[in-house]
């Protein structure tokens, strides 16, 4: 292919991610090798989880044969039954205004390692060729001869009862007044939140799909992944109150305040400094 040919295609397949709703900022193998969720033999010291692949997508992303069940991108790990936790709402303080959906969307995929409960190593795709195993299968289970060198309980865990943390899963700002959220692409704002010690969201129509975020200083307009992502949950069962909510509506979940390929600190979104973090969402 000639030069400018190779440009144009660049061109358009940016273009084309950019209608997908990719979140461009950043680049996720520049990113990931370099952090403990680099996974494979070129993590090094304490990151260095197996051995038997330089692989690093694959600990939880596949090309092909994923789990559908939750939405989350390719997700090469088997995903527990949301019942398996117990979440924040469960502890009843009298503050908490929002409706709390039954653990999934990406918070499910962060718990498939991070609940303690299921080993590193366990993958529905394995590295190489064959070694697929719907149900998931563990190195030397399968195809793939690499060993688990730390297992499940060793990693940096939320555990199942998600009590102690913050909330996942919730409506952002406290849910909506009227009992629906503005069709995207209108922002949401304060006074049409339950609970107004919220920042504004801003929405967008990507891809036929509304999704929300919330702007944080200095990253620039458009949804960016240094922005607090919302993640878009339709008609989810509210935990408790046996009613389904309304419409698309923006959540909080794991990744909003983390982004798994990056190299900050504790793979949050933007620096902590001042309670950066905090501040992106709460106005206190
Ligand atoms: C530790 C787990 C983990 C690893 C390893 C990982 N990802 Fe991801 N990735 C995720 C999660 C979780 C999401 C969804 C998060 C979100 O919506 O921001 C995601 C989302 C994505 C997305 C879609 C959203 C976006 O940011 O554009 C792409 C593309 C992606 N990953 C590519 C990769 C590539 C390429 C690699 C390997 C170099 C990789 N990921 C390694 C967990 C991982
Ligand atoms: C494939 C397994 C896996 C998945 C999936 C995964 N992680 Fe991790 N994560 C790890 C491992 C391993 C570590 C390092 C643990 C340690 O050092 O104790 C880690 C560490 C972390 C840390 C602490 C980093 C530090 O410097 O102390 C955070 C924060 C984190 N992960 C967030 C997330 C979030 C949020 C998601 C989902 C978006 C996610 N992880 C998905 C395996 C995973
Ligand atoms: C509202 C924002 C927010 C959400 C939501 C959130 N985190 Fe965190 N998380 C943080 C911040 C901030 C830190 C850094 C804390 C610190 O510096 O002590 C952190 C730290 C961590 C750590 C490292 C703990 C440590 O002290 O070493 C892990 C692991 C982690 N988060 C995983 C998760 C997982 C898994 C989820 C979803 C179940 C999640 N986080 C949801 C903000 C969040
Ligand atoms: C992505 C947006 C977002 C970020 C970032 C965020 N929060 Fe929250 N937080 C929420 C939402 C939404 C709720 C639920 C509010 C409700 O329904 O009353 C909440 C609830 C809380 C609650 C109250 C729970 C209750 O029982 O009333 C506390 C305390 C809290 N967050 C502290 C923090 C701290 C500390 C940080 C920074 C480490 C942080 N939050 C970052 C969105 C966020």
Request: hydrophobic share 35%.
């Amino acid at each position: 292919m000639k030069e400018r040919n190779i440009k144009t295609t660049v061109a358009s397949l940016i273009a084309a991610l950019a209608v997908a709703g990719a979140l461009t900022a950043g680049n996720a193998v520049a990113g990931i090798a370099n952090t403990k969720h680099n996974l494979g033999t070129t993590g090094t010291g304490s990151n260095h989880q197996t051995a038997g692949t330089a692989e690093l997508c694959v600990f939880c992303h596949t090309p092909h044969g994923a789990d559908t069940s939750a939405t989350v991108p390719l997700w090469n790990r088997v995903l527990a039954a949301p019942v398996t936790y117990s979440t924040y709402n469960s502890l009843g303080t009298s503050s908490l205004d929002g409706s709390t959906a039954a653990v999934g969307s990406v918070s499910i995929a962060c718990l498939s390692c991070h609940d303690g409960v299921q080993a590193m190593d366990v993958m529905i795709n394995q590295p190489g060729s064959g070694g697929f195993n719907a149900a998931g299968a563990a190195a030397t289970g399968n195809v793939w001869s690499g060993s688990a060198q730390l297992n499940g309980a060793t990693v940096t865990n939320t555990g199942v009862d998600l009590r102690n943390d913050h909330p996942i899963g919730v409506q952002y700002a406290g849910g909506p007044v009227t009992g629906t959220v503005p069709d995207a692409p209108n922002d949401y704002t304060t006074s049409q939140f339950k609970d107004r010690d919220f920042k504004d969201a801003k929405s967008a129509i990507l891809n036929g799909k509304s999704v929300w975020w919330v702007e944080t200083p200095g990253s620039g307009n458009g949804r960016q992944k240094t922005d607090m992502q919302l993640y878009t949950r339709t008609g989810a069962l509210a935990l408790g109150s046996g009613t389904t909510l309304n419409g698309d509506q923006p959540y909080v979940e794991c990744a909003s305040c983390h982004d798994p390929h990056s190299e900050n600190p504790t793979f949050l979104r933007i620096a902590n400094t001042g309670s950066a973090v905090c501040l992106a969402c709460h106005t206190k």
